[in-house]
T-cell receptor, first 114, second 113 residues
Framework: EDKVVQSPLSLVVHEGDTVTLNCSYE??????LLWYKQEKKAPTFLFML????IEKKSGRLSSILDKKELSSILNITATQTGDSAIYLC??????????????FGSGTKLNVKP | DAGITQSPRHKVTETGTPVTLRCHQT?????MYWYRQDPGHGLRLIHY???????DKGEVSDGYSVSRSKTEDFLLTLESATSSQTSVYFC????????????FGSGTRLTVV
């Protein structure tokens, strides 16, 4: 059975801290791994990772995939209260006939205190 | 996101009544999905569609049905609502190539009493 596990489930930090969120997966025919940020409403797209070792960056956020270890990390440096959210990891399988379905982890709830 | 809208945004319904949630997209994407989100479970796939009139079950499809008569609309029906179906429902769309990650609607919060 395909599985995506995120850790920790929740995290409380103070502004300025650096955090690392983890996502591990056990799937057949891996295609890609996505990170989403969910505040009050819909998840919003952060990164798509398909190749090992290539870091994706966007401002203070960065992510890297390790296909050997079947895992990915999402780093947030110099955290701000606006980073408080649930961070979701999702894994997609190779086509054809997967119809681009993604399997989601249960998320990491990050709370950044002033 | 402006390209995908869900209705209603909130609904309270009684146990045993049928409920239909609507997802409408203006992106002309082929793939559409319905997920439910519950604490501790993340997002779980209910049903998905890979074209007009082409749908299939996801991992938590019991008690739900879907229809897609037009590219832009994907309906989710709870045939006889139960309290276990109290949840937040998200619709998502994706392209086939390029950035094929999901774009989500704003969600429908459904409460079954």
């Amino acid at each position: 059975e395909d599985k995506v596990v995120q850790s920790p489930l929740s995290l409380v930090v103070h502004e300025g801290d650096t955090v690392t969120l983890n996502c591990s997966y056990e799937v057949t025919n891996f295609r890609s791994l996505l990170w989403y940020k969910q505040e009050k409403k819909a998840p919003t797209f952060l990164f798509m990772l398909t190749s090992s070792g290539i870091e994706k960056k966007s401002g203070r956020l960065s992510s890297i995939l390790d296909k050997k270890e079947l895992s990915s990390i999402l780093n947030i440096t110099a955290t701000q209260t606006g980073d408080s959210a649930i961070y979701l990891c999702a894994v997609g399988l190779k086509e054809p006939y997967n119809f681009n379905k993604f399997y989601f982890g249960s998320g990491t709830k990050l709370n950044v205190k002033p | 996101d402006a390209g995908i809208t869900q209705s209603p945004r909130h609904k309270v319904t009684e146990t045993g009544t049928p409920v239909t949630l609507r997802c409408h997209q203006t992106e002309n994407h082929r793939y559409m999905y319905w997920y439910r989100q519950d604490p501790g479970h993340g997002l779980r796939l209910i049903h998905y569609s890979y074209g007009v009139k082409d749908t299939d079950k996801g991992e938590v499809s019991d008690g739900y049905s879907v229809s897609r008569s037009k590219t832009e609309d994907f309906l989710l029906t709870l045939e006889s609502a139960t309290s276990s179906q109290t949840s937040v429902y998200f619709c998502a769309i994706s392209a086939i190539t390029g950035n094929y990650g999901y774009t989500f609607g704003s969600g429908t919060r459904l409460t079954v009493v």
